[in-house]
C-alpha cells in the first residue's frame, strides 16, 4: 500500500527542496519558452503593425533571453548539486546525468547567442531597415526599392534565421530535458 502523507506546516515546509524548486524553475522555464516562441510572437505579428511588432519584439527578447539564461543556469547549478558525480564524469556524455547537464548548458549558449550576438546585431538591422523605409518612402517589400534595402533585407534575414533556429534549438533541448525528467525524475 502506498505511504499517504498528511499536511501539516512541516510537510509543506518539506516542499521547498532543491526538487521542488528544480521542478518549478523548470516549468517557468518551458511555459515561458513555448510561450514566446509559438504563441506571443505570432499574436503580435497579426495584432500590431509591423514597426510595432519590431518595436515590441526589441524590448521584450532580451528580458526573455535573459531570463532563459538566468533560469536555466540555476537549473544546471541545481542538477550538479542533485548529482553530486556530475563533475568527476563531466568528461563522459554518455552517462545520463552528464549529458541532461550538457542539454542544460546548450540551452545557456544558444539563448546567450542570442542575447549577446544575434539579438542585437538583428535588432540593430532592423531598425536600419526602418530609417531607410522612411527615406526611400517605401516598405521593404514593395517592387523598386534600393540596392542598400536589399541588402539590409538579406542581413536581416539571415539575422533573423539564426536568432530562431537558436531559440528553437533550445525550446528542443528544454523537451528533452522535461521528457527525461519525467520519466526519470531528477
Not at 499517504?4 to 518549478?24: C, M, N, Q, R
Not at 532563459?68 to 548539486?81: D, F, N, R, T, V
Not at 549577446?116 to 532592423?126: A, E, H, L, N, Q
Not at 516598405?139 to 538579406?154: C, F, H, I, R
Amino acid at each position: 500500500m502506498a505511504h499517504v502523507e498528511v499536511v501539516s506546516p512541516a510537510s509543506f515546509l518539506g516542499t521547498v527542496s532543491p526538487k521542488g524548486v528544480y521542478i518549478l524553475g523548470y516549468g517557468w522555464l518551458y511555459g515561458m519558452s513555448v510561450w514566446v516562441s509559438f504563441f506571443g510572437g505570432i499574436i503580435a505579428l497579426r495584432t500590431l503593425p509591423r514597426h510595432q511588432f519590431g518595436a515590441l519584439q526589441h524590448k521584450t527578447f532580451p528580458i526573455y533571453f535573459s531570463s532563459s539564461i538566468g533560469l536555466s543556469s540555476a537549473l544546471l547549478g541545481l542538477w550538479a548539486y542533485v548529482h553530486p558525480e556530475l563533475l568527476a564524469n563531466i568528461t563522459s556524455p554518455l552517462r545520463a546525468d552528464v549529458a541532461q547537464a550538457y542539454v542544460l548548458g546548450t540551452v545557456i549558449a544558444l539563448q546567450s547567442c542570442n542575447q549577446f550576438v544575434v539579438g542585437p546585431m538583428t535588432s540593430r538591422t532592423m531598425f536600419q531597415r526602418h530609417k531607410l523605409e522612411k527615406e526611400e518612402g517605401k516598405n521593404y517589400d514593395e517592387p523598386g526599392v534600393s540596392a542598400q534595402m536589399k541588402a539590409l533585407n538579406t542581413k536581416f534575414g539571415m539575422l533573423h534565421g539564426m536568432s530562431s533556429l537558436a531559440n528553437l534549438g533550445a525550446v528542443i533541448a528544454l523537451t528533452f530535458h522535461g521528457l527525461w525528467i519525467g520519466s526519470y525524475g531528477l
